[in-house]
């Protein structure tokens, strides 16, 4: 999946590896020439560009967002557009982010509910970017700690999310040092790590962030301990459309070769 939510979320700074990416039509027909699985992004962008490619590209509305203008401290994102607007636009689903263990989290598991019982009315498949963030989070060993990951991927199953999107943990021993027990005796491997959250998770599927642009060999490396881990799938945005075109069609059929032989 190819999300381009980060203008909302990160500002025009994003765009400044690759200017072509900018115009939301470059992204529209990377993500229909390389085969995406579908587009995420915001109801301005949805608005102006997805009528044009409709039935080519399934549409994931981003219906909650905030800027990184304040401190991620009590992070929280309000809604932007609406589960029926996802319905008006042709929408295949809809995307939330709930940012776990942040001073917020009270009104922001309420709006996610809410969401919900939206998604559920029309029928309509929950993406939840279930994301740790707050002092509480850095104090138990950090955002990218296996414990708040895990945490994470296990509030998005019981919120009712059908697909979770999720970062992968990054195993460090100062950070588990500060997590609770019994992770702060655990070591893992990147496979590991990702296999215990997946399991977390439950039935809910898991996608795997891209997070900021990489080289490469992490970016495929990344790619591999997704579905080692039994993830369902990659929701790359700047590993993706942050390269120049060939580069990023070249990346994307390597993508497609990984899952490939690991869906086989």
């Excluded at 039935?55 to 967002?65: C, Q, R």
């Excluded at 019982?117 to 939840?128: A, H, S, V």
């Excluded at 998005?156 to 702060?184: F, H, Q, R, T």
């Excluded at 997946?198 to 900021?212: C, D, E, F, N, Q």
Aim: aromatic share 8%; proline share 5%.
């Amino acid at each position: 999946m190819l999300p381009i939510d980060q203008g909302l979320e990160h500002g025009p700074i994003d765009f400044f590896d690759n200017p072509d990416s900018l115009d939301t039509d470059w992204i529209y027909r990377l993500a229909v020439v390389g085969n995406f699985s579908g587009i995420a992004l915001h109801i301005g962008l949805a608005e102006k560009y997805h009528k044009q490619y409709a039935g080519k590209v399934p549409l994931v509305l981003k219906i909650n967002g905030k800027t990184n203008l304040p401190p991620d401290d009590d992070a929280f994102s309000s809604l932007t557009s609406s589960v029926e607007d996802a319905v008006r636009l042709g929408a295949d689903a809809v995307g939330y982010t709930l940012y776990v263990g942040s001073p917020a989290q009270d009104a922001d598991i309420v709006q996610c509910n809410e969401v919900r019982q939206e998604c559920e009315k029309y029928g309509m498949p929950l993406i939840i970017w279930a994301y740790p963030r707050g002092s509480a989070v850095k104090a138990k060993g950090g955002i990218d700690s296996l414990y708040a990951i895990d945490y994470a991927a296990r509030v998005a199953c019981e919120m009712g999310c059908d697909i979770v999107k999720l970062n992968e943990p990054k195993w460090d021993a100062a950070a588990a040092e500060k997590s609770p027990k019994p992770y702060n005796t655990l070591e893992f491997t990147d496979t590991e790590g990702l296999a215990k959250v997946v399991k977390s998770a439950g039935r809910t599927l898991v996608l795997v962030s891209g997070g900021s642009k990489m080289g490469d060999e992490a970016t495929l490396h990344k790619a591999k301990i997704a579905m080692e881990a039994g993830c369902v799938g990659l929701i790359f945005g700047r590993n993706m459309w942050q390269r120049k075109w060939d580069d990023a069609l070249t990346m994307t059929t390597r993508m497609h070769e990984i899952m490939k032989n690991y869906g086989q």
